[in-house]
């Protein structure tokens, strides 16, 4: 990432997370197409189309968002089921997350709900 240390965040930056949380098909078909990928390098040489967007919501989470809280759990309701290979994940792709279980559950359908807390204190 080549954005300076204190920089003001971008209207870039501002129009991809306006886009990720507004407008729910066009995130619902980002996400999925981030999922078929199996990393950022993948993401961004698979397609221009979302490659600028990817960018921009990821800096926009790891320069301009703040670390979760210890004893914070957020919810996520994922519309079909997946196979973890252990209890401890950890997700490269954008995930929506609520504090509430039943806003949780409108989005998991037939699928799963995932409780979940910080890894570490630097995530």
């Known amino acids: ?16 997370l306006k886009l990720y949380t507004d407008f729910g098909t ?35 989470c790891t320069f301009y968002g703040t670390v979760m809280k210890a004893n914070l759990r957020v919810w996520c309701g994922l519309n079909q089921c997946l196979m973890f290979d252990s209890m401890q994940q950890h997700f490269e792709c954008p995930l929506s ?19 979940l807390k910080r890894a570490n204190a630097k995530t």
Not at 99 to 111: C, D, K, L, Q, S
């Open 26 to 60: 066009t995130q619902k078909e980002f996400k999925a197409y981030c999922r078929k990928c199996s990393d950022d390098n993948e993401v961004v040489r698979k397609s221009s189309e979302f490659a600028h967007w990817f960018r921009y919501l990821k800096e926009s």
């Open 1 to 16: 990432f080549n954005i300076p240390i204190n920089s003001p965040i971008t209207i870039n930056h501002l129009i991809s």
């Open 97 to 115: 997350t609520t504090i509430e279980p039943n806003v949780a559950n409108t989005y998991a359908e037939n699928g799963v709900i995932l409780l």
